[in-house]
């Protein structure tokens, strides 16, 4: 499985992006999806995840009700809305897929087989 993450910029605070991840190789609608982030100096962190069908998400404290993540499992794709940015949400943002047959997100980065390559998403102040 190949992820492609893109969608990432600079836009200033109380802006929006829409980040995508697009996954080559094989379809991945039995697999829980997560995107994460990372921050410079700090650890690679959980930002929300969804289930295979999309029916479920989950948020770190801090984006939720500011971030949306959806997916098109037809289009082999999974989708973070931002809303709202803030400063702090000034990251580098990976995609990551779980093991085929894992139908759950995970807030775990060792449960997650396949990463994107990531893309910086910068917000000013």
Known sequence: VQLQASGGGLVQAGGSLRLSCAASGRTLSRNGMGWFRQAPGKEREFVGGIMWNGVNTYYADS???????????????????????????????????REDGTYYYSRRR????????????????
């Not at 993540?69 to 940015?85: E, G, H, P, T």
């Open 63 to 97: 984006v939720e009700g500011r971030f949306t993540i959806s997916r098109d499992n037809a289009k082999n794709m999974v989708y973070l809305q931002m809303n709202s940015l803030r400063p702090e949400d000034t990251a580098v943002y990976y995609c990551a897929v």
């Open 110 to 125: 060792e449960d997650y087989n396949y990463w994107g390559q990531g893309t910086l998403v910068t917000v000013s102040s």
